[in-house]
């Protein structure tokens, strides 16, 4: 006869092994991600890519959808969606005013408005 003891401890034993592996899982992405990110001049242009986002979507009143910025080198790419031409316009602004050293190309694109019958 088995002792149910002995198995509810293999299977504490068990379910404790699989917690440490997810917690070492997690502690080795965490350590992947931040050795990433871990050259200053990454870091730079992940927070220049985030302050021009900020200040286009506050300039836009979040007018532009699916909103990207990139920045590679010396270029600054914005993408997204927009009802109007004046949105793209301002994020156009946002971006020349924030960052004079950048060159700027802006894919915004903007969708027509459906003719009304």
Known sequence: MFSSIGIDET???RQEASSEIEK???RS????????????ADRSVQNLAESLRESIRTRTNGSIRGLEVT???GA????????RYY????ATSAVLAASTQHDLTN???VERATPRP
């Not at 992405?29 to 200053?40: A, F, G, K, R, V």
């Not at 600054?76 to 009802?83: D, I, L, Q, Y």
């Not at 949105?87 to 301002?90: D, E, F, I, R």
Request: cysteine-free; overall charge negative.
């Open 71 to 73: 920045v590679n080198g």
């Open 24 to 26: 070492q899982l997690a």
């Open 87 to 90: 949105y793209k316009q301002l």
């Open 76 to 83: 600054v790419v914005v993408s997204g969606r927009t009802s």
């Open 107 to 109: 894919s915004i694109e």
């Open 11 to 13: 299977a504490g034993k």
């Open 29 to 40: 992405t965490e350590e992947i991600m931040e050795s990433q990110l871990s050259d200053p």
